[in-house]
């Protein structure tokens, strides 16, 4: 019999365990506010004081902020739940599909569309491109374990779906930012963009490095934390201990990595606020259309709403941390790369939960009775 339990509280339940947006942990319910008050204080701060900008960069301060922000998820993720996952070639091959095909080529589209100059009124900008294809081609491994759970979707899934894509981004990332972001333009014919990208003389063993620091580093920390804390403690005390206390860890290094990045950057944003609002636009557009291709598809294979949802949340958030970290070990942190990166939490965070309504409301008004068990509970309860 399967040891997993499904949340049966409806969507309007207010109590600790239950998906409704209104019972969010405070800092998670405001984390918009949050990061708005953030890149307030960093631009500010900038602007002000310009020459905070070198003690960041020769600090290292993003950097350090980057790699603490990444720890907790990957100590969180249970790597065991991987044979879960792979164990289903359907739904897995579902999530494959759209995490690492539809996703990548919808945001190198919308970055060919409004910063390649092909559109008469909006320019050539290759940083802003490369930095949309940079954020495209990482794929979410922390912040859509929060869009699920609020949403009531599978943990196990979404759990398993982490671990598996965190390390197959450790395996491609680099490879995708060389495809998407270099080798591809040139054969599309963008030569006044591919102009662009190359005076940033960006090469894949600069990505591979990058990785290797701000992905690999947490990554190693957080998987020998979960192996030698279970072992030394138990999964108990692991899981409703020591991650409640590192879990906070993630929110203030975010909010500190967005303050001095924008420190660097509050020069350029007081003097082009539009260009905020112009990378904005694509993002949306990503987020919305990539949620709602992905619960289509899930929905239409069978699946059941707690797998449809942890499918769609994954497909629909990227890993905007790590695109951050390599945008500023390749290029700087004041370049405009990085700074298209760093406005990805702040368009994710409203739009995802908004998302997280919409997916609640598929949930009371989509009949699911046919639909398949959850993929994972299915899996255990034939292991058991």
Same mark, same amino acid.
């Given at each position: %019999?399967?040891?997993?339990?499904?949340?049966?509280?409806?969507?309007?339940?207010?109590?600790?365990?239950?998906?409704?947006?209104?019972?969010?942990?405070?800092?998670?319910?405001?984390?918009?506010?949050?990061?708005?008050? !953030?890149?307030?204080? #960093?631009?500010?701060? #900038?602007?002000?004081?310009? !020459?905070?900008?070198?003690?960041?960069?020769?600090?290292?301060?993003?950097?350090?902020?980057?790699?603490?922000?990444?720890?907790?998820?990957?100590?969180?993720?249970?790597?065991?739940?991987?044979?879960?996952?792979?164990?289903?070639?359907?739904?897995? #091959?579902?999530?494959?599909?759209?995490?690492?095909?539809?996703?990548?080529?919808?945001?190198?589209?919308? !970055?060919?569309?409004?910063?390649?100059?092909?559109?008469?009124?909006?320019?050539?900008?290759?940083?802003?491109?490369?930095?949309?294809?940079?954020?495209? %081609?990482?794929?979410?491994?922390?912040?859509?374990?929060?869009?699920?759970?609020? !949403?009531?979707?599978?943990?196990?899934?979404?759990?398993?779906?982490?671990?598996? &894509?965190?390390?197959?981004?450790?395996?491609?990332?680099?490879?995708?930012?060389?495809?998407?972001?270099?080798?591809?333009?040139?054969?599309?014919?963008?030569?006044?963009?591919?102009?662009?990208?190359? @005076?940033?003389?960006?090469?894949? %063993?600069?990505?591979?490095?990058?990785?290797?620091?701000?992905?690999?580093?947490?990554?190693?920390?957080?998987?020998?934390?979960?192996?030698?804390?279970?072992?030394?403690?138990?999964?108990?005390?692991?899981?409703?201990?020591?991650?409640?206390?590192?879990?906070?860890?993630?929110?203030?290094?975010?909010?500190?990595?967005?303050?001095?990045?924008?420190?660097?950057?509050?020069? @350029?944003?007081?003097?082009?606020?539009? $260009?905020?609002?112009?990378?904005?636009?694509?993002?949306?557009?990503?987020?919305?259309?990539?949620?709602?291709?992905?619960?289509?598809?899930?929905?239409?294979?069978?699946?059941?709403?707690?797998?449809? @949802?942890?499918?769609?949340?994954?497909?629909?958030? &990227?890993?905007?941390?790590?695109?951050?970290?390599?945008?500023?070990?390749?290029?700087?942190?004041?370049?405009?790369?990085?700074?298209?990166?760093?406005?990805?939490?702040?368009?994710?965070?409203?739009?995802?939960?908004?998302?997280?309504?919409?997916?609640?409301?598929?949930?009371?008004?989509?009949?699911?009775?046919?639909?398949?068990?959850?993929?994972?509970?299915?899996?255990?309860?034939? $292991?058991?």
């Amino acid at each position: %019999m399967s040891n997993i339990e499904t949340h049966k509280h409806g969507p309007n339940c207010d109590c600790p365990d239950c998906g409704n947006p209104r019972s969010m942990d405070f800092l998670d319910k405001y984390l918009t506010v949050w990061i708005f008050g !953030a890149m307030a204080t #960093g631009v500010g701060l #900038g602007y002000v004081a310009p !020459a905070v900008t070198k003690p960041i960069q020769d600090l290292h301060l993003v950097g350090i902020g980057l790699v603490v922000m990444m720890y907790p998820p990957l100590a969180k993720a249970d790597y065991s739940q991987l044979r879960a996952v792979v164990s289903n070639w359907r739904v897995l #091959g579902l999530s494959l599909i759209q995490n690492w095909l539809i996703g990548p080529t919808l945001m190198f589209g919308l !970055a060919v569309v409004f910063f390649s100059g092909l559109i008469p009124g909006l320019p050539a900008r290759p940083e802003y491109f490369l930095g949309l294809v940079f954020i495209g %081609m990482a794929r979410c491994i922390a912040m859509v374990l929060v869009w699920n759970e609020l !949403a009531e979707g599978s943990t196990e899934y979404v759990t398993g779906l982490v671990a598996f &894509n965190s390390l197959f981004q450790i395996l491609t990332y680099g490879v995708y930012i060389w495809f998407f972001g270099l080798f591809l333009p040139p054969l599309l014919g963008m030569d006044s963009l591919v102009a662009g990208i190359t @005076t940033f003389d960006v090469t894949p %063993m600069q990505v591979f490095e990058a990785i290797v620091v701000f992905l690999g580093i947490p990554f190693a920390g957080g998987f020998l934390t979960r192996y030698v804390g279970i072992r030394t403690k138990g999964e108990q005390w692991y899981d409703e201990q020591f991650i409640p206390t590192i879990d906070p860890l993630t929110l203030v290094a975010l909010l500190f990595t967005v303050i001095v990045m924008f420190a660097t950057q509050g020069g @350029t944003i007081v003097a082009a606020p539009g $260009d905020v609002l112009l990378i904005a636009v694509p993002l949306t557009i990503y987020f919305v259309v990539m949620f709602l291709v992905s619960f289509g598809m899930g929905r239409g294979i069978g699946a059941d709403y707690s797998t449809t @949802t942890a499918i769609g949340f994954t497909a629909a958030s &990227n890993n905007f941390e790590l695109a951050i970290a390599v945008a500023v070990a390749v290029f700087g942190v004041g370049s405009g790369v990085a700074f298209a990166t760093v406005i990805g939490p702040l368009i994710e965070v409203p739009v995802l939960l908004a998302l997280v309504n919409v997916a609640l409301y598929f949930q009371r008004t989509i009949d699911w009775k046919s639909a398949e068990p959850d993929a994972v509970a299915a899996s255990t309860t034939d $292991d058991d």
